[in-house]
C-alpha cells in the first residue's frame, strides 16, 4: 500500500511502510540489476502481515519495527511491532503502528508541499490534504 496526498500530482511523495528485522537490517530483494528494500503490509484486520517483493529470500517472521518511509528517501523513527496492537472503533480494527506510521509520513509530505507552496496558497493545504 503506497499512501498519496490529494495535491502531490508527481507522487513524489509516496508513504509506505518498511520492516526492520532484529539484526538491524531492512530485507530487501534484486529485480533485473536493481535492489528494492522490502515493505510490510500490516493486517488490519486480523494479527501480524505480509513482507512485498518476490523471493526467495521473503522472511519468514514478523519485524521487529515499522519504519514509515516517502519515495523521496525521507525515513521516519523505528515504530516497535506488536501485531497484536491496534486501536478498534465502530467494528473496525486498525494496527496501532500501521496508524501512526501514516501519521509521521502525512506531517513529512506536508511540510515537504508546504515548502514549495506560495505563501498566499497556504491555508488552502488542509482542505486539498483533508480527502487524503
Known amino acids: 500500500m503506497t ?4 495535491n502531490d500530482e508527481g507522487a513524489q511523495h509516496g508513504g509506505f511502510v518498511l520492516g526492520r528485522l532484529a539484526d538491524g537490517t531492512v530485507p530487501a530483494f534484486v529485480s533485473g540489476h536493481v535492489q528494492y ?7 488490519s484486520t486480523t494479527y501480524g502481515g505480509t513482507w512485498t517483493g518476490p523471493g526467495p529470500d521473503v522472511p519468514t517472521g514478523p519485524p521487529l519495527a515499522l519504519v514509515p518511509g516517502c519515495t523521496c528517501g525521507w525515513r521516519g523513527p523505528d515504530l516497535p511491532y506488536e501485531p497484536a496492537g491496534g486501536r478498534c472503533g465502530n467494528g ?4 496501532g503502528q500501521g496508524v501512526e506510521a501514516h501519521r509521521l509520513w502525512k ?9 514549495g507552496i506560495p505563501t498566499e496558497c ?8 483533508a480527502s487524503a
Open 3 to 6: 499512501w498519496l496526498l490529494g
Open 107 to 115: 506531517a513529512h509530505a506536508q511540510a515537504a508541499l508546504l515548502a
Open 37 to 43: 528494500e522490502r515493505r510490510f503490509a500490516d493486517d
Open 92 to 95: 473496525t480494527c486498525y494496527d
Open 122 to 129: 497556504e491555508g488552502h493545504l488542509s482542505a486539498v490534504t
